[in-house]
């Protein structure tokens, strides 16, 4: 009888803990901003020490959850290797490959030039210069360059960034130059379809992807196909790369240059030799008027 006695009280007891729980929290709770509000010192030193003494504990919880993502990060790094792995291994072949025809392609070209007596082409000399202002805008694309006439630097000159060109030397000054971009509505570069020796003119119109126009024989153009300078007018030496074919919608062949605007910092001014895209600047002809006053010495 006492044992059912005391197992009854405990019941109760239970019974009026659990019904008066949420009050006992609420008074609590409301207690607790009272005393924070009245000693907002003793909080802060509260919750310091309660802090401290809870790091240690939440430290060691959370260490299994850190090594689960760590395993878990491990083993979807080891899974894009292992793709990221065959793609080289795939790119890696596809380059050996064209290693072979480009060393059997050069023997050739070595033979076939020895005997026709080619004249070689003479080495181009070059400046590098920085890229320190961009003077780009809804209605031109160019940036200032910090090499100028003293420099050796004139107008016309080819710019190119790595292997690929990016335009032509418009203004010189002797401590700077402009830099006209072939996305530059000014610019006219005279280039041809790769593949297909097809030439014509690279027309930019202010917009990221330049355009070809007069396009010789209308041939068919396919997306995918390398851009190159031709010869014509002795603007540039032939084979200079510039970009792909982007898009032939609409009858308007778009080309994807190599180099993007954003991307160029430094660059390359070459002199080819030739008479560029612009004539080059003679010297002032002598003041013969002024010469007849003096008189003979």
């Known amino acids: ?21 949420f009050v006992s929290l609420i008074i609590g709770a409301v207690a607790l901003m009272i005393v924070g509000k009245a000693d907002i010192l003793l909080m802060e030193r509260t919750r310091t020490v309660v802090a401290d003494a809870l790091s240690p504990i939440l430290d060691a919880m959370s260490r299994p959850a850190a090594t689960i993502a760590e395993v878990v990060e491990s ?30 392609m050069d023997a050739e070209n070595a033979i076939l030039h020895e005997q026709l007596n080619v004249v070689p082409d003479p080495d181009p000399g070059f400046v590098t210069a920085r890229v320190i202002g961009d003077l780009g805008s809804a209605f ?104 792909v074919v982007a898009s032939t919608g609409d009858g308007v062949i778009r080309v994807e240059p190599f180099v993007k605007r954003h991307e160029l910092e430094f ?7 030739l008479g560029g895209i612009l004539p080059f600047e003679k010297p002032p002809a002598p003041d013969r008027r002024r010469r007849g006053a003096q008189g003979p010495e």
């Open 1 to 21: 009888m006492k044992q059912s006695g005391a197992v009854g009280r405990l019941a109760t007891l239970r019974l009026l803990a659990q019904r008066f729980a």
């Open 75 to 104: 083993v979807r790094e080891l899974a894009n290797l292992r793709a990221e792995n065959a793609r080289l291994k795939a790119e890696n072949q596809r380059l050996q490959h064209w290693q072979t025809v480009a060393r059997r």
């Open 140 to 243: 031109g694309h160019s940036m200032l360059l910090n090499a100028g006439a003293r420099e050796g630097v004139r107008k016309g000159q080819a710019v190119m960034a790595g292997e690929a060109l990016v335009g032509h030397i418009a203004e010189v000054g002797e401590r700077s130059s402009r830099l006209l971009l072939i996305t530059d509505i000014n610019a006219k570069i005279p280039v041809m379809v790769e593949s297909s020796r097809t030439r014509a003119i690279l027309s930019g119109d202010n917009k990221d992807r330049p355009k070809l126009n007069y396009v010789a024989g209308n041939p068919t153009v396919a997306v995918g196909e390398r851009v190159v300078t031709s010869a014509s007018g002795a603007a540039f030496p032939p084979g200079i790369p510039i970009g």
């Open 267 to 273: 660059v390359s001014v070459v002199d080819f030799g």
